[in-house]
């Protein structure tokens, strides 16, 4: 594959490694699309579009692949990673705890300052609808949210396996009914977490996720949903008396 040019700014050598660099600007274009799942990438070609040896690109494509974004393969070198509809289930029914736990840790212990400032961020978004904009702003939001939790390990697993469905994300972050209900969402989930409500949020989050996975998963081939939808269920129904 041809790699596109993605120069080093002098601000960024002064604040992050040349390999944490080389991380964040490919992770940003498999994000935007720039590199699509399955699509080969040359490390001679990533090396000379960075002005960069092979070594601290090589490092950057280790630390991805830990993050699930790349694969070095035997006899194709690296590749963009792509997810079966078996991995995208997996992916939404990891996700589905975890965001339940970052976010009714969010409700405990945000403050109205904070929430202010994430609803400065929905407030941005309804300006933005059908931008590359909103895509951003709608990580930031979450990344912002889910960081109230002051549990930052969490917040890391979190956006790991966020990141791990962004090559995807635009098969239901293009739908505009699916992106109304969305943002509908996320100003119930600030609303939960002004009434510090942890139980006010449950509903909001698992439609947020539920609605993107059935979407997904279609995409991919599936029809029948009963049986994620039996799985996904089970990890938020109440045990049984």
Do not use: C
Not at 56 to 79: D, M
Not at 129 to 145: C, I, M, S
């Amino acid at each position: 594959m041809e790699t596109s040019s993605l120069p080093l700014t002098k601000k960024d050598n002064i604040y992050r490694s040349l390999t944490q660099i080389i991380v964040e600007q490919i992770r940003q274009g498999i994000y935007e699309g720039t590199y699509k799942p399955g699509a080969r990438l040359n490390i001679a070609d990533l090396a000379q579009s960075f002005n960069a040896s092979a070594v601290p690109v090589r490092e950057a494509l280790r630390n991805l692949e830990a993050e699930g974004l790349v694969e070095f393969r035997p006899n194709r070198g690296v590749v963009i990673r792509e997810l079966s509809a078996n991995e995208v289930r997996e992916l939404f029914l990891m996700r589905l705890p975890l965001e339940l736990l970052a976010a009714t840790q969010a409700t405990l212990h945000a403050d109205d300052a904070a929430l202010d400032e994430s609803e400065a961020i929905l407030n941005r978004m309804d300006k933005v609808v059908d931008t590359e904009e909103w895509h951003a702003l709608h990580d930031k939001f979450h990344h912002e949210f889910y960081g109230l939790s002051q549990l930052p390990r969490l917040t890391q697993y979190v956006e790991v396996l966020r990141g791990q469905m962004r090559p995807y994300s635009k098969i239901y972050l293009s739908d505009p009914k699916h992106v109304r209900m969305a943002q509908a969402e996320h100003y119930q989930m600030i609303a939960a977490a002004r009434k510090h409500d942890p139980f006010a949020i449950r509903g909001a989050l698992v439609e947020h996720l539920r609605r993107p996975a059935h979407m997904a998963l279609k995409a991919l081939g599936v029809t029948d949903l009963a049986q994620f939808d039996s799985h996904f269920e089970l990890l938020t129904a109440p045990r049984p008396s």
